[in-house]
């Protein structure tokens, strides 16, 4: 495989500072004496074992060089800057298989047996028919201790082997949201029970996930537990990725403790290990009417379950907030069409200390809507 700077990247010099400006991040990058060196050779495709040559015949050891253009490559990666373009070195692919999140279609071609394995369980309820026509078209390698995940005519990726799947859910995140048309993405999961919607909003980390995968132990099925589409008419469907359940969560949901201890650990790129379970009730593309609860929720420990309603408002500003469309802002019908879920449903927000009280009371809640 080869490597390049992004065509959205640029080197240049301000003075004595040697720097890369990303147009895309509208970001400025100061780089060191061997980090420019080696910017500059990237202006064009090169492998890595050119790149460390070249730091060898400045006078490194072959270990350092090897270590440096690693660390750099993954560095340049992580913030966008690397174009990854595999070529007839890595030969065919092992397997190549296409996956549909509600609309956006996805081919993943797989390099390695162990990483195909990895990755593939996590994505299969999402698997397409081969034909499918796809957005986006990512190859998955091994590139020496790390993994190389590029993407046609776009930036790529290089990780460990234990954040690969987080990385291309990720990545196709960023493709999911690129390709909504229309369509409203929220930041929400939604659970889905005789034809209504629940849609739990909340801040990164509040739980959200949690309480989703605790509720499908009351009869609900499992549209996502990150993202909500809402279409032309209003109606709401989830993007159905496997639930990414952080470590604290896994003695928590008695009802899939087998299926989680079987999943793998994973770790996110913030850091955070997680397990993606299989085997849910998914929702199967059910696309069903504006929520019947907007649910803005708080754990407090020690306090007992209290559902209590608030202003639509509050609903709608917390909605907003986390609401994307291609062109980052909403236009007028795209607003009214928020504006009208949130009038026909119920806004509450939940506090709680016991996750079974907290699922009882919900299912009572939204079985009454």
Known sequence: M????????????????????????QQIFQLNELSAFLTCLLAEPARAYQLEDALVARGLSRAR?????????????????????????????????????????????????ELRD??????AHNRADAATSHTAAYDVARFG???????????????????????????????????????????????????????????????????????????????GDDIALMDEDG????????????????????????????APIHRRLDNKRVRYPTGLPYAADERVQPAAVVLIRRRRSGRPVEV??????????????????PERRLALPQFQRLLDMVSQARTVELTYSSLDRAVETLRRLHDRQ
Not at 118 to 123: E, G
């Open 2 to 25: 080869k490597f390049r700077l992004f065509a959205g990247a640029s080197f240049f010099l301000l003075g004595e500072r040697k720097t890369i400006f990303d147009e895309a991040s």
């Open 235 to 262: 109606l709401l469907v989830g993007v159905p990725f496997s639930p990414a359940l952080k470590q604290g969560s896994w003695g928590l949901l008695g009802h899939m403790s087998d299926a989680i201890l079987a």
């Open 65 to 113: 060089a090897h270590a440096s253009v690693q660390d750099y490559l993954a560095y340049l990666s992580r913030w966008n800057l690397l174009e990854i373009m595999f070529d007839e070195h890595e030969g065919n692919p092992l397997d190549t298989q296409t996956f549909d999140f509600e609309g956006t279609a996805v081919s993943l071609a797989f390099y390695d047996q």
């Open 145 to 223: 201790k790390r993994v190389c995940i590029s993407r046609h005519r776009s930036s790529g990726m290089i990780v460990a082997g234990l954040e690969v799947a987080p990385a291309i859910k990720a990545l196709v995140t960023d493709d999911i949201l690129a390709n909504l048309g229309l369509n409203v993405a929220l930041h929400a999961a939604l659970l889905v029970k005789n034809g209504k919607g629940l849609l739990i909003c909340g801040a990164a980390g509040a739980g959200k996930t949690t309480l989703a995968m605790a509720l499908l132990a009351a009869g609900f099925t499992y549209g």
């Open 118 to 123: 990895l990755v593939v369980p996590i994505f």
């Open 308 to 325: 209590c309603d608030v202003e639509p408002i509050r609903a709608l500003t917390e909605l907003l907030a986390g609401a994307h469309t």
